[in-house]
């Protein structure tokens, strides 16, 4: 296992590229099953969950091959229609195959996803929204098993607007007959990604990034050729990054539009935030930021995958922020670990009280889940002396070449194998 060392402290300056997004890029690679024909995804960032995926697609069948920020994916014999345990345990985005290989076999069966660390993660409403389609659900030995004698378009309405059944359900709806209503979808930029994706392959989705998303099928889909949207949770993590250390940074190859709710937070909190067609350039409080309270909601909201970087940003806070978690059920692990580096955090329940001090500390602190482990990355810089960051197994599912990333903006950084 790996740790980074990071001393912080200093004020950060520099510029850095923002890579593709890993969950624009999830849902599209899986989306390549649903047809037979060569797909080439481009600015698919190198990830462990990226990983996964191609192993998966790789076990289902398909031909895969990444280099250089391009998957290429081909399918040569038939595929198969189940995802094992050992290979969905790996990664929950796994279940988005459900959705392309039911249309496409009117069967498939795949290992029950497991929780996280973040909550339980259950996938009641894809299951919901397959049986509104005209699939029976069974369950045999911790797999969850979908057939279908006869697919059938109809209406849809989600009980929450979760992002991976919105989008498993259009790629299902993608392939088949008439038109399908999906109604309380998620409205996240990568949802309208993937629409743009699953268009281009000849499918007809209208409305994507709106509750209500229109889908009318077709017979067959053409292979894909797509280059992936910018990661904005990486955008808004390195905003934070500079946000809590200080200093001047550009973010280049990335979508300001799509962070409009954090930009305003930030700007209110006293940073500044310049924004351009295609790049940002984020200038930290000049002293302590103001308290801003947050609470996390679905697109166009505050995203819970910026909750946590968001933390350590108002840790050094000049007053008293609330930070509410609204979509998951335990994601404050972070806060502990920064009270470690002298935070002064409470959490009760949903709501974590934020009283600000003057200055974060070095110390030897452990990654839970992805977003946790970007915030004590957020803090160690912000920290004066050295942070040694256990578990960054959990970062290198969803951060490309952090610690490149991390030097080109000034930070003293480094990773040691231990
Ligand atoms: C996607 O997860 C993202 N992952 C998550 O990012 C992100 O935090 C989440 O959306 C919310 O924005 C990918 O896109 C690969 P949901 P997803 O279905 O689709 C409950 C990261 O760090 N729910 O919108 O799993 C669920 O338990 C990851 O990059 C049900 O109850 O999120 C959660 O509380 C973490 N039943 C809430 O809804 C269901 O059938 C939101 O889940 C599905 C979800």
Redesign the pocket.
């Known amino acids: 296992m790996d740790n980074f060392i990071i001393r912080g402290g200093r004020p950060l300056s520099g510029q850095t590229t923002i890579s593709g997004s890993?969950?624009a890029a999830?849902p599209i690679l899986f989306a390549t099953l649903l047809t037979r024909e060569k797909s080439e995804v481009r600015n698919v960032p190198e990830l462990m969950d990226i990983k996964s995926t191609f192993e998966l697609l790789n076990y289902l069948g398909k031909n895969c091959f990444y280099g250089y920020g391009s998957f290429v994916a081909e399918e040569h014999g038939s595929l198969k229609h189940h995802a094992p345990y050992d290979l969905v345990r790996k990664m929950?985005?796994s279940v988005l195959a459900a959705g392309p290989l039911l249309a496409r076999f009117r069967k498939t069966r795949f290992s029950m996803p497991g929780g996280c660390s973040?909550?339980?993660?259950?996938?009641?409403?894809?299951l919901e929204g397959f049986k509104k389609l005209g699939a029976q659900v069974t369950y045999e030995k911790g797999d969850v098993i979908l057939t279908a004698k006869r697919l059938r378009a109809g209406r849809v309405k989600f009980r929450?607007?979760?992002?991976?059944?919105t989008e498993n359900l259009m790629m299902c709806a993608a392939l088949i007959e008439g038109t399908t209503v999906l109604e309380n979808c998620?409205r996240?930029p990568?949802i309208e990604d993937l629409a743009a994706a699953l268009n281009k392959m000849g499918a007809r989705v209208e409305g994507a990034g709106k509750t209500a998303i229109k889908v009318t099928g077709v017979t067959r889909l053409k292979g894909l050729k797509h280059a992936v949207m910018p990661d904005r949770?990486e955008t808004g993590t390195f905003m934070l990054l500079c946000a809590a250390a200080g200093g001047r940074v550009r973010l280049l190859n990335t979508a300001p539009k799509t962070l409009t709710v954090v930009i305003n937070a930030m700007r209110k909190a006293g940073a500044r935030v310049n924004c351009y067609k295609d790049s940002l350039e984020v200038i930290s409080p000049a002293g302590r930021p103001k308290p801003v309270s947050v609470a996390t909601k679905?697109h166009p909201g505050f995203?819970?995958?910026l909750q946590a970087p968001w933390m350590v940003f108002m840790s050094r806070a000049n007053g008293t922020s609330e930070v509410h978690e609204h979509?998951?059920?335990n994601r404050f692990m972070h806060a502990p670990e920064l009270v470690r580096m002298g935070a002064d955090i409470t959490v009760h329940g949903q709501k974590a009280v934020v009283k600000g001090v003057p200055q974060l500390l070095g110390a030897p602190v452990m990654c839970s889940?992805?977003?946790a482990g970007a915030a004590m990355v957020v803090a160690a810089a912000a920290a004066k002396g050295k942070s040694v960051i256990r578990r960054v197994y959990h970062i290198d599912r969803?951060y490309e070449r952090l610690v490149q990333k991390l030097k080109d903006l000034g930070v003293d950084a480094s990773r040691v194998k231990v």
Do not use: C, Y
């Open positions: 890993k969950n999830l929950r985005a973040i909550g339980m993660r259950p996938i009641d409403i894809h929450f607007p979760s992002v991976g059944a998620a996240e990568e949770i679905p995203p819970t995958d979509i998951f059920e889940d992805i977003r969803g």
